[in-house]
């Protein structure tokens, strides 16, 4: 979740969503980040410990802080995340859109998950509107794995609500569906620091092990606009 300095910053099974943005409340308006409530334990057998570590501390922290240098003193200081994506991209601002939209890409892509078996697979009603898309909940999976192993080079695949039907996407780099107003149910980060940790090259690997620690909830939250 991000929030403005001052507000408190939720976890990914509180009853707020990591990545959602809330306008600021004080003279100061920085984007904070709260971690994640698996930091210390991981994703097993997805995401270790480690992996996790470097991944929230490391890359994720490292948008946030150029984001908010970036949008210190502009006429977005102060925006919501998502006003500012679609800001950078409109103006072509290359800087403040990469950190911005992995700034909020990072948050959405830690709310979809959750410790293995926790959810363990979409309810009855996600699992026929996902029959509805591709036929099958496990054609629905080869989809999106083959999609996102071979997503080339750095990037994220999603699935996503394009005007009420679902469909599977893959972006490129920074690049995020709500950049083109287009509603993102789940995603998988499969740029190489993601999966580096613990699978090496092994991307495949990785994509495998993630279905483990899919958040269903989150994804059907999503698709239903409740949050
Ligand atoms: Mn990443």
Redesign the pocket.
Known sequence: MLRRESRRVGSAVASAPLHSASKPSGSRRLFTLSDPSYLKTGLAPAISSKALDV?FNG?HKAYLNKTNDLVKGTALDGKPLEEVVLAAKSSNNTALFNNSAQLWN?SFFWDCMAPAGQNGKPSAALEQRIKESFGSFDDFKKKFTDSAVGNFGSGWTWLVDANGKLEIRNTGNADTPIAHKIKPLLTI?I?E??YYVDFLNKRPDYVSKWWEVVNWNFVEKQLSGKK
């Open positions: 991944h890359h990072h980060d740029w620091h993601a």
